[in-house]
């Protein structure tokens, strides 16, 4: 059924770069919206960024905006989350969601650490 899993995490300096993937299967991907999560140790989960099924529209949180970009390649049911400037903040778990048929669906998420 729904699945979605994320992948590309992993450990990174300081105003580098790295690039999540969330592979989706199950469902329309092309139908639905696609949002990425994340959630820092001690910390609530939050938004991170989020997609429309058109792609033409994003909105991100204010922590990222500038540094991160959402997109989504249709035909590979996937979508993305390019990370530039991280910072040590940026440390988490980032999830990959999207809510489909009524309910919520989660990836088990790929860890960012973000560390000199």
């Known amino acids: 059924q729904v699945q979605l899993v994320e992948s590309g995490g992993g450990l990174v300096q300081p105003g580098g770069s790295l690039r999540l993937s969330c592979a989706a299967s199950?469902?329309?991907?092309?139908?639905?919206?696609m949002r990425w999560y994340r959630q820092a140790p001690g910390m609530e989960r939050e938004l991170v960024a989020v997609i429309t099924m058109a792609g033409g529209v994003t909105n991100y949180a204010d922590a990222v905006k500038g540094r991160f970009t959402i997109s989504r390649d249709d035909a590979k049911n996937t979508v993305y989350l390019q990370m530039n400037s991280l910072k040590p903040e940026d440390t988490a778990v980032y999830y990959c969601n999207s809510q489909v048929r009524d309910k919520n669906y989660w990836g088990k998420g790929t860890l960012v650490t973000v560390s000199s």
């Open positions: 199950g469902f329309m991907f092309s139908w639905y919206d």
